[in-house]
Nanobody
């Protein structure tokens, strides 16, 4: 009923930039928080950035000053602008969104995107 489609991942050199996009589609009534997580092999999945429907954005300390999360509510899309990328940013990045559908407007289900690989390497 709801699908999150991610794009923008790829290979980039250290110091470079990437912009990830995640578009939610389907029978959407409302979207509360949206965020980006990442997981590297052998490591725990971690929250990278979070943007609630209302309130301040939140970032992991490791990406503060380099990454910017934003959203376009009219397009049901969340973005992650990643600048000054480092090799340690290499991971699979997952989009997450709490979405209420038209058939259950009271319930925000926690949806995940399929993940997109970001590789930072020379």
């Amino acid at each position: 009923q709801v699908q999150l489609v991610e794009s923008g991942g790829g290979l980039v050199q250290p110091g470079g930039s990437l912009r990830l996009s995640c578009a939610a589609s389907g029978s959407i009534f409302s979207i509360n928080a949206m965020g980006w997580y990442r997981q590297a092999p052998g490591k725990q999945r971690e929250l990278v950035a979070l943007i609630p429907s209302g309130g301040s954005t939140n970032y992991a300390d490791s990406v503060k000053g380099r990454f910017t999360i934003s959203r376009d509510n009219a397009k049901n899309t969340v973005y992650l602008q990643m600048n000054s990328l480092k090799p340690e940013d290499t991971a699979v990045y997952y989009c997450n969104a709490a979405v209420a559908t038209l058939s259950a407007t009271y319930y925000h289900y926690n949806y995940w995107g399929q993940g997109t690989q970001v590789t930072v390497s020379s």
